[in-house]
């Protein structure tokens, strides 16, 4: 039982605030993550952000739709 709460705990501290959903480019890929840009950097290779600061992923994906045809579609960091 104590294990348990403490993992939701853990669980709890490590999710993204309010706001936190990024529209990046990572590896010439549109993709929309709550990690910060350094975060994916590290994990995925070339990343850079083209928008910032949405509170649902469906609000992010939305705007990558809009602006870059879609999660998936290609861009450039340049």
Not at 6 to 14: E, F, G, I, S, V
Not at 16 to 36: H, I, K, L
Not at 58 to 70: D, L, V
Request: charged content about 15%; aromatic content about 6%.
């Amino acid at each position: 039982m104590r294990a348990g709460l403490a993992l939701a705990a853990l669980l709890l501290t490590a999710m993204p605030a309010a706001a936190a959903w990024t529209v990046f480019c990572v590896n010439g890929r549109v993709t929309v993550d709550a990690r910060s840009e350094a975060v994916l950097r590290a994990d995925r290779g070339t990343a850079c952000a083209l928008s910032r600061g949405f509170s649902s992923l469906p609000e992010a994906q939305a705007q990558a739709q809009s602006r870059t045809g879609g999660v998936g579609g290609f861009c450039s960091c340049r």
